[in-house]
Each structure stands twice: as C-alpha cells, then as structure tokens.
C-alpha cells in the first residue's frame, strides 16, 4: 500500500517549470501514481530528476528517453493524457 505522503512527494515533483508539464504529470499523478506497481513508481520518481525540456520533448511525441526504463512510464503518461477525462 502506498502512503499519502508518497503521493504528495510526486505531486509536488511533477510541478515544473512549464505549463505544459504540470498540466500532464499531476493530473496523471493524482489520478494514478497510487495505482501504479512499485516498479513504475521507481520509474516515476527516476523521470522526475530528468530536466524539463527532456520531458517535454518525450511526452510530446518528439522523442524518447535513452533509457528504456523510463519508456514505458512516458509512454503510461502519454497514454493518459490522450484519454478522454471520464475515462480518467
């Protein structure tokens, strides 16, 4: 089970430096971070040190991580942000 304080960490991390940004990491880490398995929560927390304009670039589709570890939780983010709001 994951602690409310956990989840107040990432929505506090994935507040950037840009708009765009905030406007998809914290509704994804509001509605499923605590949803996610500890490894993707791992993968999360590693893709909050990546700088904002490296994130930008991935979840806009201009770009992927070096690292395939952080792939698959950009690609879960992508994924959430194209889906309709109910579906949230």
């Known amino acids: 089970m994951i602690d409310k304080e956990d989840i107040n960490r990432m929505r506090w991390a994935a507040r950037r ?12 880490v509001s509605a499923r971070y605590a949803q996610l398995d500890e490894t993707d929560r791992h993968r999360f927390r590693q893709l909050m040190l990546c700088e904002d304009q490296d994130l930008f670039a991935w979840l806009m589709l201009r770009g992927a991580p ?16 194209r889906s309709a709001p109910e579906d949230r």
Request: hydrophobic share 45%; no cysteine.
């Open 17 to 28: 430096g840009m708009l765009e940004l905030d406007l998809m990491l914290e509704p994804f």
């Open 66 to 81: 070096d690292d395939e570890e952080l792939t698959g939780i950009v690609s879960q983010i992508r994924q959430f942000t």
